[in-house]
């Protein structure tokens, strides 16, 4: 089902956000009834208490939700996700006043939280209510969010037996359809023909043929082009991962999976602009022809890259597809990918890092972050760390010794395979959310994406 909000001219039931703070004098403003039931109930203004207010036949007339005070707001996000949750059916408009971020926040907030990924049970109870835009906020916009979202939840949620690189294809030929977007892809023996060696050797071992998706759209404007690893699942190759570690391998494709949201986004708003998005879609397997610790490989770019680990096979599929991309010089270049554990011991699950030397950029994304609550924060594409990816033996070194600055390295590593784009940014996102939250269920969850929708227009000269 589409997320979208609710007909602006339907009857509508107020729903009243009310802080720890303001709550008794609120409730002592109701009539005499009204102050009875949340005093007999213990309304306080609790941060996510919800509560439906009754008229003296006990028909709802309408609900508050508490919101805390601001250190437990400051903690969280989506938090109105907790209403849309659980209020009964019918159709509500917030009759608080908010700012316009925080009333953009709402509405993507409770379209968000009515996700269900239930493809493979029967479908359980959908939230009934639905939430008007409120004023001043453009709905359009929040539905494309929202929907882009629910793209990239849905293909990171789908295990490997059915989200291989066949299956991820068949996503991005679907969405190259709905928008008239030009699509091709190169597979198996092809991939060494048409000059992507590593994407092959990654992919060789695998019964599922590796490939590289090509999605193009748009004939005029400045080039944008999204690179995302879609490694369907990674058993670390002959460097085989523990167990532990091999549990949640089917989001290793959620750098693809993003940037198809992200792509799908940017077509139904109409950018002005030349898109282009590339995913190398593989599965690292183990089988008699995997490439082994130790081999060196030669790139497209002619860099050759010794492998002291199998298991840090992102970076190669995604070096050959960033030069690739950067033949065309594009005006911007974005990779986003399941990168490195570091990245995580780094910042966390809900933190995605982002790497680029264009200052502009990095403030125009800080500023995104925070205007559509999508945060990330940047890392440095540290010089000094140059030497950690350069082994002597070859150009490149996929996994370097020591286990520090992971994800730093690995940026760097990308790094190498860009130089004609104008302006590079590189994300090491995790792609999950561990545990439930308002908004955002334990599953796969898109990052960077908002962001990169809220700062690309002004990045790119875009008419608003």
């Known amino acids: 089902m589409s997320p979208v909000l609710a007909d602006p001219a339907l009857p509508a039931l107020p729903l009243h956000l009310v802080t720890r703070e303001g709550a008794r004098a609120w409730v002592t403003s109701l009539p005499e009834p009204a102050q009875a ?124 037996c059915d989200m291989g690189p066949d299956e991820l294809e068949a996503a991005a030929a679907a969405l190259a359809a709905e928008f008239g977007a030009r699509h091709a892809v190169t597979r198996g023996g092809d991939l060494l023909a048409a000059n992507l060696p590593m994407i092959h050797a990654v992919g060789r071992a695998s019964a599922r043929v590796p490939r590289l998706i090509d999605l193009a759209w748009g004939g005029a404007g400045p080039r944008l082009t999204l690179v995302g690893k879609g490694v369907c699942f990674d058993t670390g190759g002959l460097d085989i991962k523990p167990a532990a570690s091999m549990g949640l391998m089917k989001k290793d494709m959620g750098g693809a999976a993003t940037v198809l949201g992200l792509a799908r986004a940017v077509m139904a708003l109409g950018w002005r602009v030349r898109l282009r998005v590339l995913i190398p879609a593989v599965e690292n397997a183990i089988a008699g022809n995997a490439f082994r610790p130790q081999d060196i490989l030669t790139s497209r770019k002619g860099l050759t890259v010794e492998v002291n680990n199998t298991d840090a096979e992102g970076r190669l599929v995604l070096a050959d597809a960033l030069a690739l991309a950067d033949e065309e010089a594009p005006d911007v270049l974005v990779s986003m990918a399941t990168l490195t554990g570091a990245a995580r011991v ?70 190498r395979f860009v130089g004609a784009a104008r302006r590079f940014v590189h994300f090491d996102i995790y792609g999950w959310q561990p545990k439930d939250a308002p908004g955002r269920p334990k599953g796969g969850v898109g990052q960077g994406a908002r962001a990169l929708v809220s700062a690309l227009p002004g990045v790119l000269g875009l008419a608003p």
């Open 346 to 415: 780094a910042l966390g699950p809900d933190l995605a890092p982002f790497y680029t030397d264009d200052d502009a950029l990095a403030a125009a994304l800080e500023a995104g972050a925070r205007a559509s609550r999508d945060p990330v924060w940047r890392l440095p594409f540290w010089p000094p760390y140059e030497a950690e990816i350069e082994p002597g033996i070859a150009d490149l070194d996929n996994a370097p010794s020591g286990g520090m600055a992971g994800s730093i390295t690995a940026a760097l590593f990308l790094r």
């Open 37 to 160: 039931w949340l005093a007999a109930t213990g309304f306080d203004g609790a941060l996510g208490d919800v509560r439906v207010m009754p008229d003296s036949r006990g028909q709802i007339v309408g609900a508050v939700m508490g919101m805390g005070d601001a250190a437990g707001r400051a903690r969280g996000r989506f938090h109105i996700g907790r209403a849309a949750a659980v209020l009964p059916p019918g159709v509500y408009r917030i009759a608080t006043a908010l700012p316009p971020d925080e009333a953009a926040e709402a509405a993507l907030g409770w379209l968000i939280a009515g996700y269900r990924f239930d493809r493979y049970r029967k479908p359980g109870k959908v939230p009934g209510a639905s939430l008007q835009p409120p004023p001043g906020v453009d709905a359009r916009r929040i539905e494309v969010l929202a929907a882009a979202e629910a793209l990239t939840r849905d293909l990171i949620n789908t295990p490997a």
